[in-house]
């Protein structure tokens, strides 16, 4: 593969969905290689401003259209993902750095998500309240609540956009996309598939076509105009814990609403009843996987001390067989990271774990005479004396801190005292292990999971974390309910007017 492929291919896999990019001031890299691959146009608070305005248009038509109506576009969104799967994974790969695997679930995510959307579009359901005064029925029904701004993170450059996207059209919003500046194109190509599926869905006025779904392309400036316009009254955003810190603010102070995915530091347990064939393989694929840009990529590791020189082991002649290169080659395990930052705040963090009387095992550069201006490098493995500060933050890189413990109560409250609550495991054959830590005493995190690693969450479920990982919940179960709002309506079919409480208040007016 040369610098000259990639940005041949680039250009033909946009050309598939129907993308012609003339030279634009914001030059878009892929970390395969460190070569430039594209270049867009990057908007300005007045470009946003104007697709606010088309967004709120958009919404006047969008709401009124049946929910199960909404559900039909979602399907045909669904139809274009599945035919274009392979380009669009390709697409991932090539722009954020993921092994073709992972490109191309991701985008089943977003199929995922789609069919789970229009089954959903039938079953917003509303609930009928007992009254506690005679002739009178109380109804809970959901609205659709206006533009949702959705801010994504790099690392997964389409799936967390439908998670939002499916969702809240399917509620009856429309979708004001800030994506990555680092993967501005998956989310050009995501909004020109969605285009299409407009075009078969017939019958769309001007407003539907232009505001319904509109894709913002800029840096964390453009995402905090976002933040702070009055008329997204839902921002959901995907990123840092520091980013997350200056957005929810933002939102707060004009009283709109937030879902937050942020930051995570996620652990395991392994006990001494574990089935160790079964955890390593969990391990690796949670700690190594997507070079560690995972927001739910596996930190942190407390192994039974009676365990641990053995499982170590393990974890070593396993990671030495870990293949690492091009993500594009088929057989290739870990791809390279996003970039040159990426690659300085990891030997930073090793640097610091080394000078705590860490024991490190690989982390070093690899593939740098192949391809100088990327960032290849050999997974982490770092035996920590004890959770330090270090430990407490996310390095958002390959690199596993393993700890030992003696007793499991002592080793939840360790997994338990970071800052990020995002998602956390257990591996463990005892029961009353198992039971413990999904226990209100167990981890404290969003996601709990036995004998499966932290990683990989399917859609059926809310997906989201606790503390610094903001609360927000996407994706499954009632998470539709964050981008509605919620109407309480008395009707009264009597001829009397009581008032709740039992309240007189009455004067004589005949
Ligand atoms: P990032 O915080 O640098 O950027 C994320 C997005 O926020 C980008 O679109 C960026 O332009 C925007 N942004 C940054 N600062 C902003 C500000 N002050 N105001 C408004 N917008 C701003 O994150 P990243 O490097 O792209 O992604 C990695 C991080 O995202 C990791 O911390 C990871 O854990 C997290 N993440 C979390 C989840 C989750 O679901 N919890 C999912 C994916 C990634």
């Not at 998670?163 to 909004?191: E, F, H, Q, R």
């Amino acid at each position: 593969m040369t610098t000259d492929t990639l940005f041949r291919e680039t250009g033909a896999l946009l050309a598939e969905f129907g993308i012609a990019l003339s030279d634009g001031d914001l030059p878009v890299g892929s970390p395969i290689d460190g070569s430039r691959i594209a270049a867009v146009q990057r908007h300005d608070r007045a470009d946003l401003d104007r697709m606010t305005a088309a967004a709120e248009r958009a919404f006047i038509a969008w709401r009124s259209v049946p929910p199960p109506r909404r559900g039909e576009l979602v399907r045909l969104f669904a139809e274009e993902l599945r035919h274009h799967k392979q380009a669009l994974g390709r697409l991932v790969s090539i722009e954020a750095g993921k092994i073709l695997e992972e490109g191309q679930g991701e985008v089943q995510e977003m199929i995922d998500i789609c069919d789970f959307a229009v089954g959903l579009s039938r079953q917003l359901y509303g609930r009928v309240i007992a009254s506690e005064r005679p002739g009178r029925r109380m109804l809970e029904t959901w609205h659709p609540l206006g533009p949702v701004g959705i801010i994504t993170a790099f690392n997964f450059p389409v799936a967390v956009w439908s998670w939002n996207a499916a969702i809240a059209l399917v509620c009856g919003d429309t979708l004001l996309w800030k994506p990555s500046d680092k993967t501005p194109l998956c989310a050009l190509a995501c909004n020109a598939l969605f285009a299409r599926a407009i075009d078969r869905f017939g019958g769309a006025s001007e407003d539907l076509r232009r505001g319904l779904s509109q894709v913002a392309i800029g840096g964390p400036e453009l995402g905090r105009a976002l933040a702070a316009d009055r008329r997204v009254p839902l921002v959901s955003a995907t990123g840092s814990t520091r980013m997350g810190g200056t957005v929810a603010p933002v939102v707060a102070q004009r009283l709109g609403r937030t879902i937050l995915e942020l930051g995570g530091n996620n652990g395991m347990i392994v006990t001494q009843s574990a089935d160790l064939d079964l955890a390593v393989r969990a391990i690796l694929f949670a700690a190594v996987g997507t070079a560690g840009q995972r927001c739910t990529s596996l930190r942190r590791l407390f192994v039974h001390d009676s365990i641990a020189d053995t499982l170590l082991a393990r974890l070593q002649r396993a990671y030495a067989q870990v293949r690492i290169g091009d993500p594009l080659e088929p057989g290739t395990l870990v791809g390279p990271l996003i970039g040159e930052h990426a690659f300085a705040a990891m030997q930073q963090a090793l640097a610091e774990a080394r000078a705590e009387g860490a024991e490190v095992f690989g982390g070093e550069r690899v593939l740098a005479e192949r391809w100088p201006d990327a960032y290849y490098v050999r997974p982490a493995l770092v035996v920590m004396p004890a959770q330090t500060a270090l430990v407490e933050r996310e390095t958002f890189a390959p690199i596993l801190y393993v700890m030992r413990y003696r007793d499991l109560t002592d080793a939840i409250a360790v997994h338990n005292a970071v800052p990020q609550g995002l998602a956390s495991s257990i591996f463990t054959t005892d029961l009353r292990e198992a039971e413990l830590f999904t226990a209100a005493e167990g981890s404290d995190c969003g996601i709990v999971n036995v004998n499966i690693g932290p990683s990989g969450a399917e859609i059926g479920g809310a997906f989201g974390g606790e503390k610094e990982t903001g609360g927000g919940r996407e994706a499954g179960s009632d998470s539709w309910k964050a981008y509605m709002r919620r109407m309480t309506t008395t009707i009264n079919y009597s001829r009397d007017l009581p008032l709740s409480q039992g309240i007189r208040f009455a004067v004589d007016a005949s």
